[in-house]
């Protein structure tokens, strides 16, 4: 048994070291919306008489996972901060909700900042106590839309996200959101136990799971698979061992607990050796945005080499099922491009189950991508520098790339194509418009799905 142990217990050892030197790459896996993101803290298993039912447990532990943080508002720059702010910072009135039509705070003056994130969080506080507007929910996973009820009689609000004609947005429900992107889940009558513990991580992570619906899969390993007990001291001394041969270990967000994501600090070679950069860059960008030139956030043509070569580092195909870009490049490219505007695709999605962005979908998507890369009909002004007036931007900077970049919008969170640098915009995807296979042929998805997070040739993001 000893014997049978020890050869167990080094199998795992060898494993981990193969698997982390596998890794030693450019750029590391992004510290935000990637791959541990997008795994359930609460695993739905079949229950009932439904594949996809949710007990009354499932939802206890859904709101006790929430209640792992220090509470406040969350962070500035992070999709899930936008969307309260889009969605939450105006009034409600019997005629609908007023969006607020001022200045954002910043700073810079202009952007969303913390004040009216605080605005924002306080009104979505006030609507999961005495919601205006509720969407229908409840009963399963893929009934009919008669079928669903305003209120489930549980006395839990939620707020879900959904991929909408305008982008990604969310709503209110107060029965199980089936089918969602759930996000948050308080008691209706006690809201400020949510809120006083709420971790922001987790819920930023849950933009990227659909609840009570067929799981986004991210090819990580269950904890289950996992070694225990002693088996991890080895194991962690092995991790420990190579990664002092990197030069720095980025720490893993609150959010990563159930499922093991190796967190590789961005490193680049230079002379022969390992360059090291300063844990702040690390956490903001993959490729950190120095001041060079005339501005703060000036965007040189390396930095673009090395945003372009980080994308280079998987095997192409399609972004997997479930994600948000997967669905952006669905809702802002399946369709016809006409020199009238962009019509939609109004079909139903193939599923399955269909009604649901499938596999086929995604690949008319992306096909259609590729052609706007290559020879964009429509595109948005970029370049110079960030902050710089409207009519300093340009169309096109004659570099030859062309972006994909993401910004929230109106309607939520919503992609662009670029041809000169989108400063302060999230790009996502930079391709040579004289070759964009290269890029297709070779994209890592989890980086592009990271960059959303990120802004580029602008103020960064801070993860907690």
């Known amino acids: 048994m000893v014997r049978a142990s020890n050869r167990l217990l080094v199998s795992a050892v060898l494993a981990v070291g193969a698997f982390t030197l596998t890794r030693l790459c450019f750029v590391a896996p992004p510290p935000a919306v990637h791959q541990p993101l997008r795994q359930s803290q609460v695993a739905l298993q079949a229950r009932g008489g439904g594949e996809y039912d949710v007990s009354d447990a499932d939802i206890d532990a859904f709101y006790n996972s929430l209640l792992t943080g220090s509470g406040g508002d969350p962070p500035k720059g992070t999709v899930l901060s936008e969307l309260i702010v889009k969605f939450f910072h105006g009034d409600f009135t019997p005629q609908g909700f007023k969006r607020y039509s001022g200045l954002w705070k910043g700073p810079p003056p202009g952007n969303i900042g913390k004040k009216d994130i605080a605005i924002g969080v306080e009104k979505l506080k006030e609507q999961m106590a005495n919601p205006m507007f509720v969407t229908k929910g409840g009963v399963g996973y893929g009934v009919d839309e008669t079928q669903k009820v305003v209120d489930d009689g549980k006395g839990w609000v939620w707020l879900a996200a959904e991929m909408s004609p305008g982008g990604l947005a969310v709503e209110l429900f107060k029965a199980v959101p089936y089918g969602k992107r759930a996000v948050l889940v308080a008691k209706q009558n006690n809201v400020a136990e949510l809120f006083d513990k709420v971790n922001w991580d987790t819920a930023l992570g849950n933009i990227e799971k659909t609840f009570?619906?067929?799981?986004?899969?991210?090819?990580?390993?269950?904890?289950?698979?996992?070694?225990?007990?002693?088996?991890?001291?080895?194991?962690?001394?092995?991790?420990?061992?190579?990664?002092?041969?990197?030069?720095?270990?980025?720490?893993?967000?609150?959010?990563?607990?159930?499922?093991?994501?190796?967190?590789?600090?961005?490193?680049?070679?230079?002379?022969?050796?390992?360059?090291?950069?300063?844990?702040?860059?690390?956490?903001?960008?993959?490729?950190?945005?120095?001041?060079?030139?005339?501005?703060?956030?000036?965007?040189?043509?390396?930095?673009?080499?090395?945003?372009?070569?980080?994308?280079?580092?998987?095997?192409?195909?399609?972004?997997?099922?479930?994600?948000?870009?997967?669905?952006?490049?669905?809702?802002?490219?399946?369709?016809?491009?006409?020199?009238?505007?962009?019509?939609?695709?109004?079909?139903?999605?193939?599923?399955?189950?269909?009604?649901?962005?499938?596999?086929?979908?995604?690949?008319?998507?992306?096909?259609?991508?590729?052609?706007?890369?290559?020879?964009?009909?429509?595109?948005?002004?970029?370049?110079?520098?960030y902050g710089v007036d409207e009519t300093?931007?340009?169309?096109?900077?004659?570099?030859?790339?062309?972006?994909?970049?993401?910004?929230?919008?109106?309607?939520?969170?919503?992609?662009?194509?670029?041809?000169?640098?989108?400063?302060?915009?999230?790009?996502?995807?930079?391709?040579?418009?004289?070759?964009?296979?290269?890029?297709?042929?070779?994209?890592?998805?989890?980086?592009?799905?990271?960059n959303i997070e990120k802004t580029f040739g602008g103020p960064q993001i801070k993860q907690r």
């Open 212 to 385: 009570g619906g067929p799981q986004v899969w991210s090819g990580l390993v269950p904890t289950s698979f996992l070694p225990k007990g002693d088996a991890w001291s080895a194991v962690l001394a092995v991790g420990a061992f190579t990664l002092t041969r990197l030069c720095f270990v980025a720490p893993p967000p609150a959010v990563h607990q159930p499922y093991l994501g190796w967190a590789v600090g961005a490193c680049g070679s230079r002379s022969g050796g390992w360059v090291k950069l300063d844990p702040v860059q690390l956490r903001q960008s993959h490729v950190a945005l120095q001041a060079r030139g005339g501005g703060e956030y000036d965007v040189s043509d390396a930095d673009i080499d090395a945003f372009y070569n980080s994308l280079l580092t998987g095997s192409g195909g399609d972004p997997p099922k479930g994600t948000v870009l997967s669905e952006l490049i669905v809702k802002f490219f399946h369709g016809d491009f006409t020199p009238q505007g962009f019509k939609r695709y109004s079909g139903l999605w193939k599923g399955p189950p269909p009604g649901n962005i499938g596999k086929k979908d995604i690949a008319i998507g992306v096909e259609k991508l590729k052609e706007q890369m290559a020879n964009p009909m429509f595109v948005t002004k970029g370049g110079v520098g």
């Open 392 to 450: 300093q931007k340009v169309v096109d900077d004659g570099k030859g790339w062309v972006w994909l970049a993401a910004e929230m919008s109106p309607g939520g969170l919503a992609v662009e194509l670029f041809k000169a640098v989108p400063y302060g915009k999230r790009a996502v995807l930079v391709a040579k418009q004289n070759n964009v296979a290269e890029l297709f042929d070779k994209v890592n998805w989890d980086t592009a799905l990271g």
